[in-house]
Structure formats: C-alpha cells, structure tokens
T-cell receptor, first 114, second 111 residues
Framework: EAGVVQSPRYKIIEKKQPVAFWCNPI?????LYWYLQNLGQGPELLIR????????DSQLPKDRFSAERLKGVDSTLKIQPAELGDSAVYLC????????????FGEGSRLTVL | RKEVEQDPGPFNVPEGATVAFNCTYS??????FFWYRQDCRKEPKLLMS???SGNEDGRFTAQLNRASQYISLLIRDSKLSDSATYLC????????????FGQGTTLQVKP
C-alpha cells in the first residue's frame, strides 16, 4: 500500500516568492494534516481536514498561508509571499477514521527561503 | 508554556544502558497519549500508545500518571539502532483528531 506522498521534497526560493506543496494521503484516510517542523522542534499543527472541511485552522497564518482539499483527497498548502522565517519542513499526515493516535506522515517538503 | 513539554536532551548513553524520557502536558482533560519516533531527517512514526495501566512492547515501557500529567518512556538494553528523537504526543480532549507534539528528546546510543 502506498504511503503519504508529498512533493516537492526540496524547494529553495527567494523571500517574497510564492511556493506550493502537494500531498496525497493514504487511500481511504479521511483526515489530513499539515504540520510545520523547525529544526530541533516537534511538528506544529497548521491545519486539519476532515474530508474536504478544514476543521482546525487556528494556527495557520492566514495572511500568507492558504490550504485546500477540494475533493477530500489530495491537498495543497501555499505560502505567498514567503518570508525567511518560513524555512522549515512541511509535513503532511493522514489518519484513518476511528484511529485517534496513529498518523502516517509523508517524507516532508523541506523549504529554504533565501 | 507549551502544552506538551519534554527535556530535549541529548541523552548520550552506552549500548545496553537503560534510559528514561519524561513528558508533561498541561491540559488535564487530555484523553490519549503516544510516543512517536523520528530518525534524523525522516518523518515521525508511531512507536507506541500509552495506556493508563502502563504498557510494554519488548524493551520499551510506557507509563502515564494522570494525576501528575506526566508520561514516561523507558528503554532497556539500548541498541545503537535506538538512536533517534522520541516525540511525546497528546490527543487533546474533545477534539479527537488534534494531536499535539512535544519538541522531542534526542537519544544517542554509543558503542
């Protein structure tokens, strides 16, 4: 069974440029998460989807970050414009309904903003 | 104060040692608890759930103290392959899908 797929794996951009990350969760997983992880820190939740509905986006910096999951399957996270402090790993995870604890993470998208 | 706090370490131990990691959480209504493992430059993966009565999986033992809002992970007979970052994770009450991660504790097992 395929795991969570993310792309791109690495992205280097200059500040003020836009960037987008894509995630395809495990088939049948209705819950999808975007986390941000800085070096030496644990993942921090940005947004959580139940199917196509964003049920928790309280920690998403909405002035520059946006996300969508239009058909309740794959999802896109966008940053526009990027700032130096956005350099981090962006992790996508999915979870099967009824399984409250096990998240399956993708390999992450490592963003460097110059 | 962070909702889930861990000592970041690093913990440097010799092979065969027993090592314990601690974690505290601030939301007293938190319902479920987990330990995840993250290898260097890899994604986190579930190591084990933490049950109220304590639970064991081979060399790994997890314990929960709800009164003190404290979770622990004990690793016996450490192996070189145990070197990783161990993340304490709490599922916030009333919101079954919101998992809050601690900053992680780094373990380095040396020969």
């Amino acid at each position: 069974e395929a795991g969570v797929v993310q792309s791109p794996r690495y992205k280097i951009i200059e500040k003020k440029q836009p960037v987008a990350f894509w995630c395809n969760p495990i088939s049948g997983h209705n819950t999808l998460y975007w986390y941000l992880q800085n070096l030496g820190q644990g993942p921090e939740l940005l947004i959580r989807y139940e199917n196509e509905e964003a049920v928790d986006d309280s920690q998403l910096p909405k002035d520059r970050f946006s996300a969508e999951r239009l058909k309740g399957v794959d999802s896109t996270l966008k940053i526009q414009p990027a700032e130096l402090g956005d350099s981090a790993v962006y992790l996508c995870a999915s979870r099967q309904e009824g399984n409250t604890g096990e998240l399956f993470f993708g390999e992450g998208s490592r963003l460097t903003v110059l | 104060r962070k909702e889930v706090e861990q000592d970041p370490g690093p913990f440097n131990v010799p092979e065969g040692a027993t090592v314990a990691f601690n974690c505290t959480y601030s939301n007293s209504a938190s319902q479920s608890f987990f330990w995840y493992r993250q290898d260097c430059r890899k994604e986190p993966k579930l190591l084990m759930s933490v049950y109220s009565s304590g639970n064991e999986d081979g060399r790994f033992t997890a314990q929960l103290n709800r009164a003190s809002q404290y979770i622990s992970l004990l690793i016996r007979d450490s192996k070189l392959s145990d070197s990783a970052t161990y993340l304490c994770v709490v599922n916030r009450a009333g919101n079954t899908g919101k998992l809050i991660f601690g900053q992680g504790t780094t373990l380095q097992v040396k020969p």
